[in-house]
């Protein structure tokens, strides 16, 4: 089942890499899209050395405008009817996570 991840981050250099490498090889048929809301650390350098090795949308606010407003920028950018969210600091990341939240969906 395809699905739009979304990763709102905000200062995240120390847990970012983990979440989105977690998401990218548990869900490599999803889309994954991963908005930076503004951060002043090093995310986006992060987001960028990972961009070579896995496929993801980059999304980059000018400026930190809360959680809220980047959920509804990566709502805007995804491309698929089904939309999971994941902070960017979530540890421990496993498929069960994922099979929980979409097979009340799929209906399987």
């Excluded at 890499?17 to 350098?45: F, H, K, M, R």
């Amino acid at each position: 089942m395809k699905a739009s991840v979304i990763i709102c981050a905000y200062n995240e250099e120390k847990t970012i890499a983990n979440v989105l490498i977690s998401c990218c090889n548990l869900l490599p048929d999803s889309e994954i899209i991963v908005v930076d809301d503004g951060s002043n650390d090093d995310t986006q350098n992060i987001l960028k050395e990972l961009s070579k090795d896995y496929l993801f949308i980059n999304e980059r606010l000018d400026k930190n405008r809360g959680k809220s407003w980047a959920m509804v920028h990566g709502v805007e950018k995804s491309s698929n009817e089904i939309i999971l969210f994941f902070d960017a600091d979530v540890s421990n990341i496993k498929k069960e996570h994922f099979d929980l939240l979409l097979t009340p969906i799929s209906g399987q």
